[in-house]
């Protein structure tokens, strides 16, 4: 994937870590926990992104390795925390011997594999016997704060464009919000003792901070890049008018998070 490419999160890799990173933190704790990560284990983090469910784990006594295929985010990561050990690798064909971890770790990135089910089989292959996964996705339905931000969205990029690149960028999203197809995933996969649940947070922004933090997801990387810069900050001030006039300063953003874990026999 290009350094250039809409699909990655190379060029907004920074506004990510200082926006969303410290919000994201809590559910990559509750995951860590949900996971029954132990201190001395050696865990994967994959979709390491900027380090969130990585530093999580680290902080429970772990050994961690985090891979992401977005070399930006690593290196905030880096930035963040010299002492991680991280690659760019993909989540499938993993450079790992059978069996190296005691747990993996996989923070909001199932959706995004093209061949979710190839990527699985090779996660459970790098976990020992008895080797822990710990899987998010996001459940939420739509809400006002996402209406009208796609709204936004649909007067400069035709909602069928919008849709197709979604669907290729984020082939799975819609299947992995329900808890019984992602139960259904890993049990194809050959995890076992697969248990999920979803838990409610509240994330707060300031207006800005939500606005600008938009522009990291996937709608605003690609209005990015059909619009180019000048025009996407236009349209960045035109949002944050709008979601000024809907919304209370700061904007509290109620999201659903979908937890999974399981064991390798």
Do not use: C
């Not at 992401?68 to 760019?88: F, H, K, Q, Y």
């Not at 919000?177 to 049990?187: F, I, S, V």
């Amino acid at each position: 994937m290009a350094v250039d490419d809409w699909r990655s999160y190379d060029s907004v890799a920074e506004t990510y870590a200082r926006i969303h990173a410290p919000r994201l933190a809590v559910p990559a704790h509750d995951l860590v926990e949900l996971t029954g990560i132990e201190a001395g284990w050696n865990v994967l983090d994959v979709g390491t992104g900027t380090g969130v469910a990585a530093f999580a784990a680290a902080g429970s006594g772990a050994t961690v390795v985090g891979i992401d295929e977005a070399p930006g985010m690593l290196r905030v990561a880096r930035s963040l925390n010299g002492s991680l050990p991280i690659a760019t690798a993909l989540a499938i064909d993993l450079p790992f011997r059978d069996g190296a971890f005691d747990a993996l770790l996989a923070n909001f990135v199932l959706a995004h594999f093209t061949k979710y089910k190839t990527a699985l089989f090779d996660m459970k292959r790098v976990l020992r016997p008895g080797g822990r996964l710990g899987l998010t996705a996001w459940a939420d339905a739509e809400d006002d704060l996402a209406r009208t931000w796609l709204e936004l969205v649909g007067t400069v990029v035709p909602p069928e464009v919008l849709q197709a690149a979604m669907d290729e960028r984020l082939p799975w999203r819609e299947r992995f919000r329900r808890r019984l197809p992602l139960e259904e995933a890993l049990m194809e996969a050959g995890i076992r003792h697969v248990r999920t649940e979803v838990r409610r947070y509240r994330f707060q922004y300031s207006l800005d901070d939500y606005v600008e933090g938009l522009s990291t997801w996937a709608t605003g990387r690609f209005v990015r890049f059909m619009l180019g810069e000048s025009a996407f900050a236009e349209f960045l001030r035109r949002a944050r008018a709008e979601f000024g006039e809907r919304f209370a300063d700061p904007v509290n953003d109620f999201r659903e998070v979908l937890f999974a874990t399981g064991a390798k026999p």
